[in-house]
Structures are given as structure tokens and as C-alpha cells.
């Protein structure tokens, strides 16, 4: 089975940045579409990103856009999101997802039940 491991949250002041990153444990990873999700207590599991196997295609929630960037490094099984400009609101446990899958279907990769594999998270805080 495909492992992921999350890295790169923290405290940050509102207006900071920060870079996630997954990391996968088989290189059958870089073949996969990914996505990140995000949870605040008390609060559903909501869509932030994604990316598709190539790279060549991203998506993003309306709340992130123009703010997060998500990536890819396939020679290092690594996927990123880049955050900046940071509010209180996106205070959360951030979680990427993995699928074996060759495309981003448009319908169905905001859902976190299209996703096969997921990381253990990774908490960012941001401060007013």
C-alpha cells in the first residue's frame, strides 16, 4: 500500500507562508493524482487542491486561489503546497490524498471518497 507522510506545518503570523509537503513511500506515487484537504475542528473535511499525475493540471478551491500553489517532484515522490498570504481561517490539520489515477476528472476530485490513500496530517496555525 501507498504511505504518505505530511511535513511543514506550523505557527505562522496572518500575511506568513508556508510550504507543505507529502511524501509518498513507492514510486508508484508519481503516477498518482494528489490532492489536499484540510479539516478545522468541528468542521467537515474541505477541498484545498490538486494535481494531476503529470503535473500538468491543477485545480483549486475558490477560498485558496491565487494564494496556494500545489506542485510536484516526481523524482522525488514529493508533492507541495505552497502557501502564502495566510489568514486565521485557514487554520487546520492539512491532509494529502492519493489516487491511481491518469487524469483530473472535474466532478469527482474535489471528493475526499475519490481518494485511496491518505497522509496522517500536519497542523497549521495562523495568528491574527
Known amino acids: 500500500q501507498v504511505q504518505l507522510v505530511e511535513s511543514g506545518g506550523g505557527l505562522v503570523q496572518a500575511g506568513g507562508s508556508l510550504r507543505l509537503s507529502c511524501a509518498a513511500s513507492r514510486r508508484t506515487f508519481s503516477t498518482y493524482a494528489m490532492g489536499w484537504f484540510r479539516q478545522a475542528p468541528g468542521k467537515e473535511r474541505e477541498f484545498v487542491a490538486a494535481?494531476?499525475?503529470?503535473?500538468?493540471?491543477?485545480y483549486y478551491a475558490d477560498s485558496v486561489k491565487g494564494r496556494f500553489t500545489i506542485s510536484r517532484d516526481s523524482a522525488k515522490i514529493t508533492v507541495y503546497l505552497q502557501m502564502d498570504s495566510l489568514k486565521p481561517v485557514d487554520t487546520a490539520g492539512y491532509y494529502c490524498?492519493?489516487?491511481?489515477?491518469?487524469?483530473?476528472?472535474?466532478?469527482?476530485?474535489?471528493?475526499?471518497?475519490?481518494?485511496?490513500?491518505w497522509g496522517q496530517g500536519t497542523q497549521v496555525t495562523v495568528s491574527s
Open positions: 494535481i494531476s499525475g503529470s503535473g500538468g493540471r491543477t
Open positions: 490524498a492519493a489516487v491511481n489515477a491518469r487524469v483530473l476528472p472535474i466532478g469527482t476530485m474535489a471528493s475526499p471518497g475519490w481518494y485511496e490513500y
